[in-house]
């Protein structure tokens, strides 16, 4: 059994997964299996795609439904059932994780905590600058250092998310149990996630919504949520903003969870 099974949610965008399998296949820990959790790519998509997981040393799968407009937590779902490790890390299929974050979530992993973390958010110059050769080059482990130059003009946000670490006490000292969860870096054990239920599969539009609610139900379930300070070292790359129209329909499904105290969802996996 690998060690842990990375779920990135995808759709469409083989450029930007190119980056990611790139990135993974450089792993510091390479025990992992790689689940594409596709959200109804097109045909093309998915030929090319189909190239990418054939010519990659990497274990992969890839878990598709038909486009049938934004139910990325229903993919989820079935790539949460899919996978065949015992703890699973989720990222999102526009952010580059460095060379050592399985490492890292796996070295902050406890029974009973999902552990979180953040993203620097590269300029679109600076994305654009990023390509698979510059991934496999040793100039990758410094893209730190470019985004922190590119962050003094207001370019690149959040530079200081790139430092890391490696020293596990201090991350654990330094480190916050009051962070939210973004869906697009956090981690915890598929059998914590087979308890709650999974993912809400009401939510149907992107912004505020699934990440949130999930946090809420494992903080109503006495989970720890941790972020240690130096690790989970992630890029995302540069796009302009997806509409957030349907957030208010959001914000009534969180309302709803808060109100029922909610721990497993009867949304989820498991239809009640």
């Known amino acids: 059994m690998k060690k842990a099974s990375l779920i990135i949610s995808f759709y469409n965008r083989v450029d930007q997964l190119q980056l990611i399998i790139a990135a993974l296949e450089q792993q510091t820990v390479p025990d992992f299996e790689v689940i594409i959790s596709d959200d109804g790519s097109n045909d093309e998509a998915v030929e090319k795609l189909n190239k990418i997981i054939a010519a990659s040393?990497?274990?992969?799968q890839h878990i598709w439904h038909p486009d049938n407009g934004f139910n990325k937590t229903k993919i989820l779902n079935k790539s949460i059932i899919a996978s065949k490790s015992e703890y699973i890390i989720f990222i999102d299929g526009d952010c580059i994780p460095a060379v050592h974050f399985i490492e890292d979530h796996l070295k902050y992993a406890k029974k009973n905590r999902a552990v979180v973390g953040r993203r620097v958010e590269l300029s679109d110059k600076l994305s654009k600058e990023i390509n698979p050769?510059?991934?496999?080059?040793?100039?990758?482990?410094?893209?730190?250092?470019?985004a922190l130059a590119n962050s003094f003009n207001g370019e690149t946000r959040k530079a200081e998310e790139g430092i890391r670490i490696g020293n596990k006490w201090l991350n654990e000292k330094l480190?916050?149990?009051?962070?939210?969860?973004?869906?697009?870096?956090?981690?915890?054990?598929?059998?914590?996630?087979?308890?709650?239920?999974?993912?809400?599969?009401?939510?149907?539009?992107?912004?505020?919504?699934?990440?949130?609610?999930?946090?809420?139900?494992?903080?109503?379930?006495?989970?720890?949520?941790?972020?240690?300070?130096?690790?989970?070292?992630?890029?995302?790359?540069?796009?302009?903003?997806?509409?957030?129209?349907?957030?208010?329909?959001?914000?009534?499904?969180?309302?709803?969870?808060?109100?029922?105290?909610?721990?497993?969802?009867?949304?989820?996996?498991?239809?009640?």
């Not at 040393?57 to 992969?60: D, E, F, V």
């Not at 129209?245 to 309302?255: P, S, T």
């Open 57 to 60: 040393p990497l274990s992969i």
């Open 133 to 146: 050769q510059f991934i496999y080059s040793k100039s990758y482990n410094r893209l730190w250092m470019k």
């Open 175 to 272: 480190g916050s149990t009051k962070k939210g969860i973004l869906g697009c870096n956090f981690s915890l054990h598929k059998e914590t996630l087979l308890k709650i239920n999974g993912f809400d599969e009401r939510y149907i539009h992107p912004g505020v919504g699934e990440d949130t609610e999930i946090r809420l139900r494992l903080n109503n379930g006495g989970y720890d949520i941790f972020s240690p300070a130096f690790a989970l070292v992630q890029f995302h790359l540069w796009h302009k903003r997806l509409s957030r129209a349907g957030e208010k329909d959001n914000l009534v499904l969180l309302e709803e969870t808060i109100q029922n105290n909610y721990v497993k969802t009867p949304y989820g996996i498991n239809k009640e």
